[in-house]
């Protein structure tokens, strides 16, 4: 199993950017797929943006597109999220996950993923 910690998040204004790394410990980190979600107060986990485990293949969610941008870096068994043109309706908790599969439902991503803690990331108006 690969342990995940998430580092940055912050508060960041409206238009702005961050880019959030996911550190992996364990030498499986390249077998894996990554992901990100995120939640907001109220609201339900969501899917953000996944990365095979090459990198070749991503997916994202359809509001995140052209906006945010997920890479990996397997060398330093790192995934990153790269958040440009920030919006108040961005701001959550991000987490990280990695899992077996690329293409995984919520379930899936939920009960057999490994998750690392979540990050707040703030976009002020």
């Known amino acids: 199993q690969v342990q995940l910690v998430v580092v940055g998040g912050g508060l960041v204004q409206a238009g702005g950017s961050l880019r959030l790394p996911c550190a992996a410990s364990?030498?499986?980190?390249?077998?894996?797929?990554m992901g990100w979600f995120r939640e907001a107060p109220g609201k339900e986990r969501e899917f953000v943006a996944a990365i095979s485990w090459r990198g070749k293949q991503t997916l994202y969610a359809d509001s995140m597109k052209g906006r945010f941008t997920i890479s990996r870096d397997n060398a330093k068994n790192t995934m990153y999220l790269q958040m440009n043109s920030l919006k108040p309706e961005d701001t959550a908790v991000y987490y990280c996950a990695a899992l077996f599969k690329l293409k995984a439902t919520m379930e899936e991503w939920a009960n057999l993923g490994s998750w690392g803690q979540g990050t707040q990331v703030t976009v002020s108006s």
């Open positions: 364990g030498r499986t980190f390249s077998s894996y797929a």
